[in-house]
């Protein structure tokens, strides 16, 4: 099994940063492409960021290329997700999530089978 916990969320104005990062325990955290997921009320949970297990391999939403940037410590086991120019349309509750992978991103969220508790991330105007 593997367990995953976000932090870093909260309020922040439009245009400010935020930096997520999302601790991993349980298996061998290098095994695993990991991922970033957002989720608004009433709507399907959406792609943000990938990366690979090694982390030389990105793959980022249109909405969000530019303004954030994926990264992993697989000696930390830990997953950030640094967020700049954040805008109102970013609010929402963002988890992480990971899979075992062979050394490929994916942006599909059903590929994942496990998944943090979110950590919400509200952007005023």
């Known amino acids: 099994q593997v367990q995953l916990v976000e932090s870093g969320g909260g309020l922040v104005q439009a245009g400010g940063s935020l930096r997520l990062a999302c601790a991993v325990s349980?298996?061998?955290?290098?095994?695993?492409?990991m991922g970033w997921f957002r989720q608004t009320p009433g709507k399907e949970r959406e792609f943000v960021a990938a990366?690979?297990?090694?982390?030389?391999?990105?793959d980022y939403a249109d909405s969000v290329k530019g303004r954030f940037t994926i990264s992993r410590d697989n000696a930390k086991n830990a997953l950030y997700l640094q967020m700049s120019n954040l805008k109102p349309e970013d609010t929402a509750v963002y988890y992480c999530a990971a899979y075992a992978s062979i050394g490929l991103t994916s942006t599909r969220r059903t590929i994942y089978n496990y998944w943090g508790q979110g950590t919400q991330v509200t952007v005023s105007s």
């Open positions: 990366i690979s297990r090694s982390g030389g391999n990105f």
């Open positions: 349980g298996r061998t955290f290098s095994s695993y492409a």
